[in-house]
Structure formats: C-alpha cells, structure tokens
C-alpha cells in the first residue's frame, strides 16, 4: 500500500497544477458568491438647520451605531442640488426631536433608514425627559443603562424548532468546497481505471502486492488528497480570509469525513460503470453538477419548493455533507445530530464501495 501511496505522490509532486487548480476555484468562487450576498453598507447624506455642532455629532454618533447605515453631514444646498439631479436616493434632515426625508424616487431602503432614524431619535427624546425628571444629564443615563447589567434580564426562545438560519459566507465556502472536490477524488479514484486500460494494474496484480493493497492505496490516496484539499481551504478562509466559522473550525474537519468516504465510494461506483477515460471525463462534471444542483450546494435547500427537488436531495451526498458542517457551525448541533448524515453517508460509501468494486473486477475478468 505505501508503494501505491508514493506513486500518486510523486505523480502528484510532478503535475500539482490540477488539484491547485481546485482549490483557487473555490476560493474565487466562495468569495465571489459570499461577497455579493452580503449586505452593503449604505450611505445617507443629513444636514439640519437649528442644531449646534456639537448637537448634530451627538445624533451622528447615534445613528451610526448600525454597521449597516452611514449617516454623514454634508451641505445643504449641495443635498438639495443633488437630489434635484437625481444624483442620491435621499437626505435627511434632522432638527430638534424630528426629521424630514427628502427623496427623488422611491427606494426599498428608505422605510428601513425612517425606521432607524425614528428610533434613535425616540430615544433620545425619552433619554432628555428622563433626564430632567431624575436631575441626571444624558450623558450619565446613557453611561448607567450600558454599564448596569441588572436593569432589565432578557430572555430569548424559538418559536419554531426548524428555523432558517442562512449565512452567504457559511454556504458559499461549504457548497463550493464540497462541489470542487468531486473532482479531486473522482478522478484520482479514475487512475485504477486508467491502469487498467494501459496494462499497468496487470503488472501491479504480479507484484508481491495483494489486490486489496492495491484498492486500499488507491483509494486511501484519494480519500487523503480531498481531505488536505479541505483542511486546507477551511484552514485558509479561518485564518487568512477571517470567516466566522462560529467557533466550529476542527468539527469542520471531523464532519467532512464521511463525506468524503461516500464521495471515494462513488468515484469508485463511476469508475465501475464505464469503460473508458472518455466517458469518465464526460459523466464526473455531469453528475458533480447535477448533485451539487440538487444537494443543496449552490443556494440553501430551505428556499426549494418542490417536494420531487427536496426528495431528490436526500439521494445524493453533498445535501448530507451541508447538513454536517452547518450543524457545526451556523445550526451549533449536539453530538447526537450528526449521528443521522453520518451514518447515510456511511451507508452510501459501503453501497457505492460494493457495487462499484463488483462492477470493476466483472469487467477485469
């Protein structure tokens, strides 16, 4: 077995440009996908009238407490200027317990921004009454409501046990990870079938090698090949890239593990199946495809419709490796919930491994 292990490597060590190729597709698409799915920052122009610098900085330093939203000062008749071009969506302008929007056209985020601006400045309408009734000024409230913990006690509680829970970056860098490395091992699990067609495995079978060391060096190599391939992509987006992970980084590594078993296995059932390189070229991209269509890989299965879709998923690998390492990431699982992908995909290995090795050695003799 290790005679195999050291022939893939040094093959490996001689034309790495296929699995790095892999690898730099994930991250480009993971990050390409999960940086359009987030939100973006959006920018609101203000500018008031009555209130003092100091007045308006304090507002400021309020309403920019939400990431999402930058409220600036900006001129006013260079607002009003670029409103009547229709150069901004909108501007506000703020005064003394209230505000007035100025728009040019009507835009999905402006009952979002209202909504926040009213807010803030309810506040700080409640704050200044507060503040003249227990002789206190703003400032102090503000600096008792953040530094006593026992005002108020909240608690928190899911109405519904199957929540949809969705992170861009989470299903980006899992489903393009999880795709990609289909063709890692499918067509490293291929070699045995090219040994066959260019005489090599009949010279292997002469060796003192028995043929299950053969098998197991083959795929073994495979299975350790996707597995530094994701290792090395989890570890890279962690601690380079800075995705939240949601402190699950090593159950990743661990959850990924009877994927890539059932993955092997169906490289091994592929190869099987037919009976030249050509044909394999052509039925890995199809069947990658396909599954990472249906699993769940490309857009979270929660927004699926179709009952002949959803069904369809639990037939394919990729719909149980998602589950697995969003279950120790985002879903935070118990040990107990990974008890059930694990052993579907345990089941699928050991099925595809069988019918897959019976269907090598029929066609070998």
């Known amino acids: 077995m290790r005679t195999i292990l050291w022939i893939h490597i040094r093959h490996l060590l001689r034309q790495p440009f296929a699995v790095l190729g892999m690898i730099v597709l994930t991250v480009i698409f993971a990050v390409a996908t999960g940086q359009v799915n987030r939100t973006s920052t959006l920018e609101v122009p203000v500018f008031t009238e009555n209130l003092s610098l100091e007045e308006t900085n304090a ?4 309403l920019n407490k939400e990431e999402s939203m930058v409220f600036q000062l900006e001129d006013q008749k260079l607002l009003e200027e670029k409103i009547e071009r229709n150069a901004i969506d909108m501007a506000i302008q703020l005064e003394e317990g209230k505000y007035t929007i100025f728009t040019a056209a009507e835009s999905a985020s402006i009952s979002i921004v209202e909504a926040h601006v009213r807010n803030v400045l309810q506040t700080e309408a409640v704050l200044k009454e507060t503040s003249l009734a227990y002789d206190k000024s703003v400032g102090e409230l503000k600096e008792l409501v953040a530094t006593n913990d026992n005002l108020y006690a909240v608690s928190t509680k899911s109405f519904q046990e199957d929540d949809f829970i969705y992170d861009a970056s989470i299903q980006s860098l899992f489903g393009f990870s999880l795709f990609f490395v289909v063709f890692t091992v499918s067509f490293t699990v291929s070699t045995i079938l090219q040994q066959k067609q260019n005489g090599m495995w009949n010279r292997l079978i002469l060796s003192p090698l028995s043929k299950t060391q053969i098998y197991f060096g083959h795929l073994a190599f495979s299975f350790l090949l ?15 890239i800075g995705v939240d992970l949601y402190g699950g980084y090593p159950f990743v590594l661990i959850a990924v593990i009877p994927y890539l078993f059932a993955l092997v296995s169906l490289g091994v059932l592929i190869s099987g199946v037919v009976s030249n390189t050509r044909q394999l070229d052509a039925v890995i991209p199809l069947i990658a ?13 929660e927004i699926v419709q179709s009952e002949i879709l959803i069904t369809l998923s639990k037939l394919v690998p990729i719909k149980y490796g998602m589950d697995m390492l969003k279950g120790a990431t985002i879903l935070d699982w118990s040990l107990g919930q990974f008890l059930l992908p694990a052993s579907v995909l345990f089941c699928m290995g050991v099925l595809f491994m069988g019918i897959g090795l019976n269907l090598m050695e029929r066609r070998a003799s």
């Open 226 to 240: 996707g597995y530094a391939q994701l290792v090395l992509i989890y570890t890279f987006f962690e601690f380079v």
């Open 59 to 62: 507002l400021l330093e309020e």
């Open 289 to 301: 495809v396909s599954m990472a269509m249906i699993g769940g890989a490309y857009w979270p299965l």
